[in-house]
């Protein structure tokens, strides 16, 4: 079944600490992308990355790090979270044949304490 | 990305269709329109796209104007399940930069 897989679902953790989310696809898309949602704001990208090694900054990299070392892989680290980092993600993916066809994984939901 | 207006919030009472319409007057020629749904808290879901023809898909269709300044998606039938967040979105289907701008949607919920 074509997913994108994102872990942990859910992570309670404390300012500082440095955390990674993980994010999965086995579709073998080249396109992979970070969003956050936050109420008032909708979906604002953080990064994304067309294809293995080349990641580039969406609207709302700062305090976010990614990594593109494997095609079907894109975690999302936070080297030193904020509570202004409560939020939930999602990854997408897509192929660079269509790349406005996202296919998402289901969310991670930080709280930052 | 020509920008979209929707309305904030529909109802719809199930089994009946649902049609929720979306203004793009400022859409280009090569920019198609794309609709995804988030349902609560879960990841977005790719639904439909066209350019200028009327499309299907097992789940919904689309219907766009001569002009192509709006159009309507439909779920025939809507279901409970069909409650959601439903963005309409329009770009260009090569060459595009940047991330996909979901905006605010409609709320579509579905009474029993």
């Known amino acids: 079944e074509a997913q994108v897989t994102q872990n942990p679902r859910y992570l309670i953790t404390v300012t500082g600490k440095k955390l990674t989310v993980t994010c999965s696809q086995n579709m073998n898309h080249e396109y992979m992308s970070w969003y956050r949602q936050d109420p008032g704001l909708g979906l604002r990208q953080i990064y994304y990355?067309?294809?293995?090694?080349?990641?580039d900054k969406g609207d709302v990299p700062e305090g976010y790090k990614v990594s593109r070392k494997e095609k079907r892989n894109f975690p999302l680290i936070l080297e030193s979270p904020s509570p202004n980092q409560t939020s939930l993600y999602f990854c997408?993916?897509?192929?660079?044949?269509?790349?406005?066809?996202?296919?998402f994984g289901a969310g991670t939901r930080l709280s930052v304490l | 990305d020509a920008k979209t207006t929707q309305p904030p919030s529909m109802d719809c009472a199930e089994g009946r269709a649902a049609n929720l319409p979306c203004n793009h007057s400022t859409i280009s020629g090569n920019e198609y329109v794309y609709w995804y749904r988030q349902i609560h808290s879960q990841g977005p879901q790719y639904i439909i796209h066209g350019l200028k023809n009327n499309e299907t898909n097992e789940m919904a269709s689309l219907i766009i104007t001569e002009d192509r300044k709006s159009s309507t998606l439909i779920l025939p039938h809507a279901t409970l399940r069909d409650t959601a967040v439903y963005y309409c979105?329009?770009?260009?289907?090569?060459?595009?930069?940047?991330?996909?701008?979901f905006g605010k949607g409609t709320k579509l919920s579905v009474k029993p």
């Open positions: 979105i329009v770009r260009v289907e090569w060459g595009s930069q940047g991330n996909l701008i």
């Open positions: 990355s067309m294809n293995v090694e080349v990641t």
């Open positions: 997408a993916s897509s192929s660079k044949l269509a790349r406005n066809i996202q296919y």
